[in-house]
Nanobody
Framework: QVQLAESGGGLVQPGGSLRLSCVAS????????MAWYRQAPGEQRELVAS???????GYASSVMGRFAISRDDSANTIYLQMNNLQPDDTAVYSC???????????????WGQGTQVTVSS
């Protein structure tokens, strides 16, 4: 059984939408917060969105107003609704969880396989 399993990526035209899902193990999901990251080829991994157990959300400025993170505690799942996608959003999207400092520093023991999002006409 994998600890983190991302899905929902694909090829979409600019302006399109995708909904990503991340199923996490209970030990990870029950951490302080969950987050989505993305990494484009040749670039560092970037924190895209985060959500606390109480539902407080945060977003990178580049996705503010376009992406929405949510969580379903009963399913150990977080989601990333991605609207008005642009070519610069092209990346492998991954999820992870931990206390806020770990999220900011990307201090994780492991990652899931990620899911590829490609935005192109």
């Amino acid at each position: 059984q994998v600890q983190l399993a991302e899905s929902g990526g694909g090829l979409v035209q600019p302006g399109g939408s995708l909904r990503l899902s991340c199923v996490a193990s209970k030990s990870i999901f029950d951490s302080y917060a969950m987050a989505w990251y993305r990494q484009a080829p040749g670039e560092q991994r970037e924190l895209v969105a985060s959500i606390t157990p109480d539902g407080k959300t945060g977003y990178a400025s580049s996705v503010m107003g376009r992406f929405a993170i949510s969580r379903d505690d009963s399913a150990n799942t977080i989601y990333l609704q991605m609207n008005n996608l642009q070519p610069d959003d092209t990346a492998v999207y991954s999820c992870n969880g931990g206390p806020p400092l770990a999220l900011a520093r990307q201090e994780f023991d492991s990652w899931g396989q990620g899911t590829q999002v490609t935005v192109s006409s």
